[in-house]
């Protein structure tokens, strides 16, 4: 099944995605859905059958972001050809994570916001999984029990922060960089997330593309590993790192720039489409904004 959350004239409104349009529900919050567990999955999967034959589907003119998560984690390096990009990274002994920031999210089609000149922002394509099932110490062989489905990320990033400044948590979080979508496949459609493919395209330009299968640590592991820390609850969404490809490793690098367009994807979910804009700042250099932050001890 393939959910996802559009706009009516009422506000946001959660949907099924059939072969003819989209089955309304009557749902406005995805996260509701997803808390109210298997029953309310096949409440709305048979509406959706309903709607099928009786013709009432409809053909969104708009699609959100599918959920805000309640907490969002960033994978860190999980790929073999993105650590031997990055002549400064270092091969992590378990899973790393960081946080990305709920009010970050957005949907296809929404524009990815550049604050300043000279952050230096690159994209990252990841696979994102959604929690459907609380779970505190799961162990590996029952994590992908507590899936609700897959969607695609885009990790958009500030390396200007991240790196020369080692504020992960700030380069990842300005508004609009997390690109979510464009729906969600449930996870009964997808037994072995290691079988997806994920890509990246800049301005038509394949950057990125890789299986899933060459993932350092799979799913189960890192529900597993972070279960053990923290309660992942209904909603939650846990991204898998990124392949080779991104733009800042390239020579010269290729950082985003106001007018381009991304499209991240996985061949068996969709593909999630933005537009680059400059924001109203855009004028300022980041080196000015750096330079008011430091002030004297």
Known sequence: MRVLTY????????????????????????????????????????????????????????????????????GGINFAGHLDENPGAKLPEEPFFFSKLPSSVIGPGDEIVLPYSGMDVDYEVELAVVIGRAAKAVSYDRALEHVYGYTVHNDVGSRRIQFKEAQITLGKNSDTFAPLGPEIVTADEIPDPRALHIESRVNGELRQSESCGAMRFDVPTVIEWISSIITLEPGDVITMGTPAGCGTFRDPPLYLEPGDTVTVSERSIGALTNSVVAGPSYGTDFSEIRTRARRPA
Do not use: H, N
């Open 7 to 74: 706009l009516d004239g009422d506000g946001p409104r959660v949907g099924v995605r059939t072969d003819g349009g989209v089955a309304p529900t009557s749902y406005s919050d995805l996260r509701a859905l997803i808390g109210e567990g298997d029953a309310a999955r096949q409440r709305i999967r048979e509406k959706a059958d309903v709607a099928a034959r009786q013709g009432t589907l409809v053909q969104p003119d708009r699609v959100l972001a599918p959920l805000r998560p309640g907490k969002l984690f960033g």
